[in-house]
């Protein structure tokens, strides 16, 4: 049997990380609706793998905040309220305001847009963001989903600091979960969703730091108030 740091060790990390990511994947569709109850039996045998990578995957998530653990009946998908997705984006938008102070003031990083290593990650950042664009655009929230957690990912990746950029991309991933249960009401979803990935990264990248927290307050209230309308419906 391989030792620590083995073959062995490396696929069951491989594995709990996939199981993880498939049943986050799983929350952010609406196939597994909020207040869901499951066990680790019960997934294990849907992906065909044994228990221990399971139980692992889903104490990640519920570290999270995707998933609840409960001792005696498993694991249940976390329902958030209006109350919850408001305190959601309060903290992405204070997150994201810092790592914006940041991109403006902080010369000591070297961050140059015309250092090649700096000009390909925003070229890649703006890809994403044209891509997430297009999906809100057409009204496609599975794949708006994707590429929105890619794009925040990416973006918080040029700020330096990974700890930020961790947080931020749980925060988005949480403040998804919550919006699915009750975007996924609405047959078309053209016009609803927000699409401002890539004026957002025209003003970053000039600099413009005032512009740039125009667009994050105006998606913030948009999203809060199309939330807290759907929820009273």
Request: aromatic residues 6%; contains cysteine.
């Amino acid at each position: 049997m391989p030792g620590p740091g083995g073959n062995g060790s490396v696929t069951r990390s491989t594995l709990r990380q996939q199981i993880a990511d498939a049943l986050r994947d799983e929350v952010l569709a609406g196939r597994l609706q909020a207040g869901r109850e499951f066990t680790v039996k019960e997934i294990a045998e849907q992906y065909g793998v044994s228990a221990t990578p399971v139980r692992e995957a889903l104490v990640d998530l519920s570290a999270q905040g995707l998933l609840e653990a409960d001792q005696h009946r498993g694991f249940r998908v976390h329902e958030y309220s209006v109350d919850d997705f408001r305190g959601i984006v309060e903290a992405r938008s204070l997150v994201t305001n810092g790592m914006f102070q940041v991109l403006a003031t902080d010369t000591a990083r070297h961050r140059d847009p015309d250092d090649p290593q700096v000009h390909a990650a925003v070229v890649g950042v703006r890809r994403r963001a044209e891509e997430a664009q297009r999906a809100a655009t057409a009204g496609d929230l599975t794949v708006l989903i994707g590429y929105d957690l890619r794009f925040w990912r990416e973006l918080g990746a040029l700020f330096g600091n990974p700890y930020l950029s961790d947080f931020l991309h749980r925060l988005r991933v949480q403040s998804w979960v919550c919006a699915v249960q009750h975007l996924r009401h609405i047959d078309d979803l053209r016009g609803h969703l927000w699409c401002g990935h890539t004026d957002l990264v025209d003003a970053l990248m000039r600099r413009d730091l005032s512009k740039a927290r125009s667009i994050i307050a105006d998606h913030d209230a948009g999203s809060l108030a199309l939330i807290e309308r759907l929820a009273a419906e």
